[in-house]
């Protein structure tokens, strides 16, 4: 399986990873986009996330997860992941998996989003008009990683 992990500190674009993603042998590809919400949860405003990490400890985490996709026999996968102060409207995350068949990749992608949720070494701050606040994975969150059994 071919892995491209990715850290980035600029913005970038998920249509030229979409783009950019190819593999000769895959009858499907899947991705995700994840964006920065302009309002929180309960609708108060964010002015950015900022996404704190470890850049040799949170490299490792995207590659590990990335290379946890294995299981579902895909061909490749791409995480393209933000860190830094993020602009909302910008992207986060770009996930993508290739794979013979549609389900595995469609599987896989959900999978890694679940993973990169809870397990990716980030400490994510959502900056608002009232200031700061530290965010933590929600229950929601743990559960959808929990359905994976592993």
Do not use: Q
């Amino acid at each position: 399986m071919r892995i491209d992990a990715r850290l980035v500190h600029e913005p970038f674009r998920p249509e030229a990873e979409l783009a950019g993603f190819a593999d000769d042998g895959a009858g499907a590809i899947a991705s995700f986009t994840g964006l920065c919400r302009p309002a929180t949860k309960d609708g108060d405003a964010v002015t950015s996330l900022f996404l704190d990490h470890h850049p040799r400890l949170t490299e490792g985490s995207l590659h590990d997860i990335a290379a946890s996709a294995e299981r579902f026999g895909v061909n490749a996968v791409r995480i393209v992941h933000r860190c830094g102060a993020i602009a909302p409207g910008e992207a986060i995350v770009f996930v993508a998996a290739a794979a013979a068949h549609r389900r595995a990749a469609f599987d896989a992608v959900d999978f890694l989003m679940d993973r990169l949720k809870t397990d990716a070494l980030f400490w994510k701050r959502e900056d608002r008009l009232d200031g700061p606040r530290w965010i933590e994975p929600t229950e929601a969150d743990r559960a959808d990683r929990a359905r994976w059994n592993d």
